[in-house]
Every structure is written in C-alpha cells, then in structure tokens.
C-alpha cells in the first residue's frame, strides 16, 4: 500500500460512481405521481387502506405494538411508535407513489398507491 | 498471547467507542440505516495490519455487544446481516489483490446497506421497503469512501506498529 489510488482503485470508484448515478437518476426520473391513498400492511397483511384527501389518524394497533400514522394537507407521517428507536418517526413525509414508512420492529409498512386495485397487488404481492 | 488479549479488548472497546459515537450524529435524511460507519476504521486496520480472522472476531462482537447494550434483537439482526455481507465482499476485494483499501472500504459500505436491506425485506415480508435502495447505495458508497480514505492514512502512519 505505497501509493493511495492506485489506477484499479479509479477505475474501480470511477465506475461505482457512474452505476450510483445511473440508479440515482433512473430514481428521480421514475419518481411516483402524487398518490391517493395509502395502504398499511402489518407482518405481511393489509392492516388497512386510507385515502390521502382526507385528514385522519390512524392508530396502528397490532396487538404487541401501538403506532401511529397521521394524514394530513395528502402526506402521511408516523407520529406515534412505541419501538424504542422512533426510526420511522423520523423519516419524511410520504405523498408520492410508492413512497414509503417502514417500522421495523413492529414490521409496519406504510406505502403510497395510486389507488387502482391493480397497483396496490403489485406493492403488496 | 498476553499481548494479543490486550490488544483485542482494546481494539473492541475502540470499535464499541465508535459505535456509540456514531449513534450521536444523526444524518437527517429521512430514511433510516444511514450511518457512517465508523466501526468499519478499526476493521479495516484490523484485517489490513492484523488478521482476517480477529477482525471479523471483532466485528461480530462489537455488533453483538452494542446491540445488547443499546439496541434490540431486531437491530442485531439488521446489523449483523450488514456486517457479514460487507465484510465478506471487503475480504474478496482485498485477497484479490487488485484494489486498494479506499476501493475496499467503499465496496464495504455498499454492501452493507444491501444485506441490511435485504434482511429487512426478510423480515417485514414486503419489497416497498426497496424503495429506499437507491439512497441508502449512494450513502453507503460515500461513507464507505470517507472511513477508507481515513483508514489507509492510519494505516500507512501506524499500522506496521500493531504487532501481536
């Protein structure tokens, strides 16, 4: 390990940067239209499906855990979790299709959809 | 031997340090898993100056005890999927010879958010949470670049000096 880049190691980072920025592109360029509704799936089951147009709290009760989603002006926040790292409390609000909240530790997935039927067995499978 | 043991706790409580340091600085990004990695400077001096097998020793048990005393099951088996997967791909990388320890460290970063990620796809049983994929690449390539800049400086000042 004499010299610190070596011609690999540029070639290598060159294209690791040109694949990540492919990916990043491709994802701002397929980035969702504004959703409808958002559906809530709870260990592999859907929990529930509420539409973004109307402002709601929904309590998240899975029996072991108690979490909280809240729609509000067609975005969707956790603003309740009682896991004790609050990740998806933290994580932004949630408007656009396919957009998602996740809690793992109480297996929670909160996700964007259209609204067809179609769309939503294609997130859900 | 002695020396070995002394080192190896020391090395372990340096990997513990930089675990919990890394808790306190949050990247407000919005999604979680982005971490710097910090814990991955004292395994690559480790597998660069030392060993492969003390390393890995260290990063299972760094992962174990820091999830014990600051986590839960669940955050144990996110990272430890992490850190098998990117220590994997770091040894490869490294035995072939060819890339340099910046090329490997970045390696590592990637690919530790992809066996994060895929654990968590494991777990929950849903792939919206891919969604995530592309950011949680690119940060993982970015930390992975910063901790192998800053490891190769330690380990070309210092390195040839940690001896069992």
Not at chain 2, 58 to 69: H, K, Q, T
Not at chain 2, 105 to 117: C, K, P, R
């Amino acid at each position: 390990m004499h010299k610190r880049l070596q011609k690999n190691d540029v070639l290598f980072l060159s294209a690791t940067a040109l694949l990540l920025a492919a990916v990043l592109a491709a994802m701002l360029l397929f980035r969702g239209k504004s959703g409808k509704q958002v559906v809530i799936t709870v260990d592999r089951e859907v929990f529930g499906t509420y539409p973004l147009s109307q402002d709601n709290v929904v309590r998240i009760d899975t029996g072991t855990s108690v979490n909280e989603l809240t729609i509000e002006n067609g975005t969707a926040k956790m603003t309740e979790a009682d896991c004790p790292d609050k990740l998806c409390m933290h994580q932004k609000a949630i408007s656009r299709e396919r957009e998602t909240i996740v809690c793992l530790p109480n297996k929670i997935v909160v996700t964007v959809t259209g609204g067809g039927d179609s769309s939503l067995d294609a997130i859900v499978n | 031997m002695k020396r070995k043991t002394a080192y190896m706790g020391l090395f372990l409580a340096l990997a513990l340090i930089c675990g919990y340091v890394e808790m306190l600085i949050p990247i407000p990004l919005g999604i979680p898993g982005v971490k710097l990695g910090l814990t991955n400077i004292v395994v690559l001096i480790m597998l660069y100056s030392i060993g492969v097998k003390e390393a890995f020793a260290i990063s299972v048990l760094r992962i174990l005890l820091s999830g014990f005393l600051f986590g839960n099951a669940f955050s144990i088996l996110y990272s430890l999927s992490g850190g098998i997967l990117s220590f994997a791909v770091m040894l490869l990388l490294k035995k072939s010879g060819r890339l340099g320890c910046i090329s490997v460290s970045t390696a590592g970063g990637i690919f530790h958010n992809i066996g994060q990620l895929g654990m968590a796809v494991l777990i929950v049983g849903n792939t919206a949470v891919l969604y995530y994929c592309p950011v949680l690449l690119v940060s993982g390539a970015l930390t992975g670049l910063l901790i192998g800049v800053l490891a190769q400086e330690i380990i070309l000042r210092i390195g040839d000096r940690i001896r069992f």
